[in-house]
T-cell receptor
Framework: RKEVEQDPGPFNVPEGATVAFNCTYSNSASQSFFWYRQDCRKEPKLLMSVYSSGNEDGRFTAQLNRASQYISLLIRDSKLSDSATYLCAVNKVSNYQLIWGAGTKLIIKP | DTGVSQDPRHKITKRGQNVTFRCDPISEHNRLYWYRQTLGQGPEFLTYFQNEAQLEKSRLLSDRFSAERPKGSFSTLEIQRTEQGDSAMYLC?????????FGQGTRLTVV
């Protein structure tokens, strides 16, 4: 089993819809969780950190479920510009290394 | 620009040649990471520095790969005797806490 797993998608979603995807992690002692966005042939860019209490940034909401060991990302009122690959990253407990999922590809259609 | 900087952005090399990439992290960041990413995959950890000390190296990193961070500032990643399987995007990231910020990457193509 991979340490961090994501549904690769693609998720094909009409513009304006709400979409959500999850990321599961295997190490119950993991402390920090992140969502990054990666556009084609570009570097990953931090979208948001995921806090225990959950957090929201505009149309984006991230949640952490420690009991079931997953994090989620919800995008409301999706825009064409939201089309990208969304990577989750989980902090490796022994150092500050991040363990990455393979990403979920999101395609927003007009 | 005060972000992470990588050089070159693109590199095409013949199989068997050596290549070296450079990463300049965000200046106040003491941690520096190298990752490799291929199409459809997440970043794959290669190695990690805290200041000038190389604290961890992936078992996936063969002895053809070496990385340095001599003064705890910029870092270099060298690949000797390149193979076609080395073709990938090589990403550098830096952090001062848990959040990592990436450079734009060096795309290596081995022909």
């Amino acid at each position: 089993r991979k340490e961090v797993e994501q549904d690769p998608g693609p998720f094909n979603v009409p513009e304006g819809a709400t979409v959500a995807f999850n990321c599961t992690y295997s190490n119950s002692a993991s402390q920090s969780f992140f969502w990054y966005r990666q556009d084609c042939r570009k570097e990953p860019k931090l979208l948001m950190s995921v806090y225990s209490s959950g957090n929201e940034d505009g149309r984006f909401t991230a949640q952490l479920n420690r009991a079931s060991q997953y994090i989620s990302l919800l995008i409301r009122d999706s825009k064409l510009s939201d089309s990208a690959t969304y990577l989750c990253a989980v902090n490796k407990v022994s150092n500050y290394q991040l363990i990455w999922g393979a990403g979920t590809k999101l395609i927003i259609k007009p | 620009d005060t972000g992470v900087s990588q050089d070159p952005r693109h590199k095409i090399t013949k199989r068997g040649q050596n290549v070296t990439f450079r990463c300049d992290p965000i200046s106040e960041h003491n941690r520096l990471y190298w990752y490799r990413q291929t199409l459809g995959q997440g970043p794959e950890f290669l190695t990690y520095f805290q200041n000038e000390a190389q604290l961890e190296k992936s078992r996936l990193l063969s002895d053809r790969f070496s990385a340095e961070r001599p003064k705890g500032s910029f870092s270099t990643l060298e690949i000797q005797r390149t193979e076609q399987g080395d073709s990938a995007m090589y990403l550098c990231a830096s952090s001062s806490g848990t959040v990592a910020f990436f450079g734009q990457g060096t795309r290596l193509t081995v022909v």
